[in-house]
C-alpha cells in the first residue's frame, strides 16, 4: 500500500515548478513605478522647460494662473510628486533584489519599465488634459486635441507595445550570466532615476531668458512687434493683461540690449535667468 507519505512526495514530484530565477511580482511593480516616474520626468523637462510647450498649470482659470512666477512654482510641485514616485519605485527596487539574478529578469524588468512610461502618457492625456483640463501637449495651437493623440501614438503606443513585448519574451530561457544582466537592468534604471532628477532643475540648455511682463495697455499686435524687434520669441501671451516670455535669441544684442528694446515699446519688467 502506498503511505500518505509516499502520495506526498509524488504530488510534490509532478507539481510545476517555478521558472527558475523569474522576476517577482514586487520586482515587476518596481519596474513598473520607475518607468511610471521616468514618464513623468520626460514630460517636465521636455514639454515644460526645453520646448516649453505648456505649464502643469496652464489651463487653470483664475488670474492666480496668469502670472508666469505661479505656473513655474506648479511645475516644480508636479517634479516634487514624481520624485515620490520615482523613490517608491527604488524602495521597491531594493525590496525586490533577490528576484533579480534568473532567466529572462533583465527583460522583464525593462519591460515593466515600459510599461509603466507608457502607461504615464496615457494617463496625463486622459486624466490631466481631457478629464481634469488642467494642460494639453501644446496649448498654442488651433487643434490640441491632435497633438494630444499624436503623442499618445508617437510616444505612448510604441512603449506600451515594447513593454508587452518585453514582458512576453522575458521568461523564455537565458544563458549563463543571465543573473548579471537582470542586476545591471535594475541598476540602469535606478541611474536613469538619479540622472533624470537633476536634470529636471536644469534650466533649458543654452536659455539665458530675459521674461517680460507687459503692461495692460500693451495690445497683443504691439507684443509681437516689440518681440521681433528685440529679436525675441513670444512663449505667452494672456487676453486683455497680457504675460509674455521673451529668451532673446542669440545674436540679438544680449539680455541688455534686448531689455531695453522691450521696455521701449511697453514692456513693465524684465527678469533674466
Given at each position: 500500500m502506498c503511505s500518505v507519505s509516499d502520495a506526498a512526495r509524488a504530488g510534490a514530484a509532478h507539481a510545476p515548478r517555478p521558472t527558475r530565477g523569474a522576476p517577482?511580482?514586487?520586482?515587476?511593480?518596481?519596474g513598473g513605478v520607475i518607468g511610471f516616474a521616468l514618464g513623468g520626468f520626460f514630460d517636465g523637462i521636455l514639454l515644460h522647460q526645453v520646448l516649453q510647450w505648456h505649464h502643469f498649470f496652464s489651463l487653470v482659470p483664475g488670474e492666480t494662473w496668469r502670472d508666469l512666477r505661479n505656473l513655474i512654482v506648479m511645475d516644480g510641485v508636479y517634479h516634487v510628486a514624481v520624485y515620490a514616485i520615482a523613490a517608491l519605485g527604488?524602495?521597491?527596487?531594493?525590496?525586490?533584489?533577490a528576484?533579480?539574478?534568473?532567466?529572462?529578469?533583465d527583460?522583464?524588468?525593462?519591460?515593466?519599465a515600459a510599461l509603466g512610461f507608457g502607461v504615464w502618457q496615457v494617463v496625463d492625456v486622459v486624466v490631466f488634459h481631457w478629464v481634469i483640463g488642467i494642460h494639453r501637449i501644446r496649448v498654442d495651437v488651433a487643434h490640441p486635441l491632435a497633438w494630444d493623440v499624436g503623442w499618445l501614438v508617437v510616444v505612448g503606443g510604441p512603449l506600451l507595445l515594447l513593454g508587452w513585448w518585453l514582458l512576453r519574451s522575458g521568461g523564455s530561457g537565458g544563458s549563463g550570466g543571465s543573473g548579471r544582466r537582470g542586476v545591471a537592468a535594475a541598476a540602469a534604471l535606478a541611474l536613469a532615476v538619479i540622472g533624470s532628477a537633476p536634470?529636471?532643475?536644469l534650466p533649458a540648455p543654452g536659455d539665458a531668458a530675459t521674461l517680460v511682463v507687459f503692461r495692460e495697455s500693451v495690445t497683443l499686435e504691439r507684443q509681437a512687434l516689440a518681440a521681433a524687434a528685440a529679436g525675441a520669441r513670444l512663449v505667452r501671451s494672456e487676453g486683455a493683461n497680457p504675460l509674455g516670455?521673451?529668451?532673446?535669441?542669440r545674436g540679438c544684442g544680449g539680455p541688455g540690449l534686448a531689455g531695453r528694446r522691450l521696455r521701449r515699446m511697453g514692456a513693465a519688467v524684465g527678469l533674466e535667468s
Open positions: 517577482t511580482s514586487r520586482a515587476l511593480w518596481a527604488l524602495w521597491l527596487l531594493w525590496r525586490a533584489r528576484g533579480l539574478s534568473g532567466d529572462g529578469a527583460r522583464r524588468l525593462l519591460g515593466a536634470l529636471a532643475a516670455a521673451l529668451p532673446p535669441r
